[in-house]
């Protein structure tokens, strides 16, 4: 903890501490109404930290549940609280209690402490430092340069469309196999891409310090493939990087790819799965409950209640990179920016002494949620239905969901290397 005082409290000083939010980078400012008592100042904090809270009142002691949970599961590293000497001593308490595993920082807009602070402190290990230590700690980020990090851009609507060759014996390279049948130009489309992926992944790998595990090479082909604008680029793509890599048995992980690409009965132009991420990603951030916005990240990428209800802790990896499930294609890759809700409640179940086998959604259905739950509270957020499940009776790849998202969901280490040793299932 470090306690900042600011003795002056002009205008232009509180403007440049309130810029100092960087949610996505770790850093949270939160300044609370000075007539906040302590269930106030956990809505202020679970407002600065982008959540939204129903109308109903909660006790306060779940409001700090969630505050504690939500600063644990945003992974913020320094929480700046704001106006500190205008809190209560219970305030600053139940404050000091949630934040146990994040840097605190009380700037206090006046010249001696409050009594409340005062008396926090006497009880906790803290350093006093000068307001310009805090403003000048975190200085504006100069612009990026371009270090070849960037995923090259999709080849557009015009890609011509593939299948798997997997019922084949393979024949030549498997950059030649891919687009063996088609014409001279579409040929060349597909080289193009082919080259170019390899290349992307091959500087990736360049940059590496540390030594490649599967599941960085995983997350780096499913980076790439993503990309792609149908799901025959995707296709492309994550065989160019599987060849790049070098680091498995090609010839099985391309099997995997083909047979998935096989199974996937049409494709829609362009890819929707991006959208569909990106708005899961903005509700989950807005809701304060994890179990909601977990249940919000999976519908989006499992599709099937009936899937998501028979899942159980051990089925999700406690990072959130992936799940399984039975119903809808076995492991599942979960996109970067919806990992950290699924993190959290992950967490939040272990802290419940769940076990592997205990429901992921417990329930009054033989101890789960049941589908109609489950739906119904899918029906209360501000999104179309068909973003939570694909109408009765559609195979996989068809209809408007042919996106491609069944192969990019292929692309973890899971499917990728099943006989590797350095990834195991979620629940080992």
């Not at 926090?120 to 000068?130: K, M, N, Q, V």
């Not at 790849?397 to 195991?424: F, M, V």
């Amino acid at each position: 903890m470090t306690v900042v005082v600011d003795r002056d409290d002009d205008v232009d000083t509180l403007a440049r501490l309130r810029r100092l939010h960087a949610r996505p980078l770790g850093r949270v400012v939160c300044e609370p109404d000075p007539t906040a008592g302590s269930y106030g100042l956990a809505r202020h904090l679970l407002s600065a930290l982008g959540k939204q809270l129903d109308e109903e009142r909660r006790r306060p002691d779940s409001l700090w549940h969630l505050v504690e949970t939500h600063l644990h599961g945003e992974r913020v590293d320094d929480l700046i609280l704001l106006r500190a000497h205008s809190l209560t001593f219970p305030a600053l308490h139940q404050l000091a209690l949630a934040a146990q595993e994040t840097h605190l920082w009380l700037v206090v807009h006046q010249e001696r402490l409050s009594t409340p602070v005062a008396q926090l402190l006497e009880a906790i290990p803290h350093e006093t430092r000068a307001l310009r230590d805090l403003l000048s700690r975190w200085p504006s980020p100069a612009a990026e340069g371009d270090d070849g990090a960037t995923v090259p851009a999709g080849a557009g609507v015009q890609f011509p469309y593939l299948e798997g060759r997997a019922a084949e014996r393979p024949r030549g390279s498997p950059r030649t196999r891919i687009a063996r049948d088609l014409a001279r130009a579409e040929r060349a489309a597909v080289y193009a891409v082919w080259d170019q992926a390899h290349e992307w992944t091959t500087s990736w790998a360049s940059r590496q310090e540390q030594e490649l595990t599967h599941r960085d090479a995983a997350d780096a082909i499913y980076q790439l493939a993503r990309s792609g604008d149908t799901a025959s680029e995707i296709y492309v793509r994550a065989c160019a990087a599987v060849v790049a890599l070098q680091s498995t048995d090609r010839r099985e992980t391309l099997r995997v790819l083909d047979e998935v690409l096989m199974y996937s009965f049409g494709e829609v132009r362009p890819c929707a799965f991006n959208a569909v991420a990106t708005r899961a990603a903005e509700l989950a951030d807005r809701i304060a409950d994890p179990t909601t916005a977990a249940l919000v990240v999976l519908s989006a990428l499992c599709r099937s209640p009936l899937g998501i209800r028979h899942l159980d802790c051990g089925q999700l990896a406690p990072d959130g990179r992936a799940f399984i499930t039975a119903y809808a294609g076995g492991v599942h890759a979960v996109p970067p920016e919806l990992r950290r809700y699924l993190a959290t409640y992950h967490e939040r179940m272990a802290t419940s002494e769940a076990t592997s086998r205990t429901p992921l959604f417990p329930g009054s259905s033989h101890g789960r949620s049941s589908q109609p739950a489950i739906r119904r509270a899918l029906a209360a957020l501000a999104a179309p239905a068909s973003m939570w499940e694909d109408p009765a009776d559609t195979r996989i790849g068809e209809g408007d969901q042919a996106d491609g998202r069944s192969l990019l969901a292929a692309l973890n280490p899971l499917t990728l290397w099943p006989g590797s040793n350095k990834h195991r299932r979620p629940n080992v």
